[in-house]
């Protein structure tokens, strides 16, 4: 079982920045594939972005691409989510996800979840 756990969420006024980190309990953490969703009250949860060990593959919602950054620094096992230019429909609850494989779009195939940390952007 792999425990992860996001930090970084706050409230900020829109085109603030946030950067959000995920972090696991194993050191597998790195052959994984992870993934940020987001889930605004009332919605369902929201693909964010994707990446994989190597960083080759990193994919956007068409909501946040060019405002967002996913990244990961194996050393520290760590996976950010830098967030620039925050609008109010970017407020919601970021989920870090993970899994071994799978690298795609959907919340049903990631296997690891974290609880998710507060992102709310003010008008």
């Known amino acids: 079982q792999v425990l992860l756990v996001e930090s970084g969420g706050g409230l900020v006024q829109a085109g603030g920045s946030l950067r959000l980190s995920c972090t696991a309990s194993?050191?597998?953490?790195?052959?994984?594939?992870v993934a940020w969703f987001r889930q605004a009250p009332g919605k369902e949860r929201e693909f964010v972005s994707v990446?994989?060990?190597?960083?080759?593959?990193?994919l956007y919602s068409d909501s946040v691409k060019g405002r967002f950054t996913i990244s990961r620094d194996k050393m520290k096992n760590m996976v950010f989510l830098q967030m620039n230019n925050l609008k109010p429909e970017d407020t919601g609850h970021y989920y870090c996800?993970?899994?071994?494989?799978?690298?795609?779009?959907?919340?049903?195939?990631?296997?690891?979840w974290g609880q998710g940390t507060q992102v709310t952007v003010s008008s």
């Open positions: 996800a993970a899994h071994k494989a799978y690298a795609g779009r959907s919340a049903d195939g990631y296997d690891y």
């Open positions: 194993e050191r597998t953490f790195g052959a994984l594939r």
């Open positions: 990446i994989n060990w190597t960083g080759s593959l990193i």
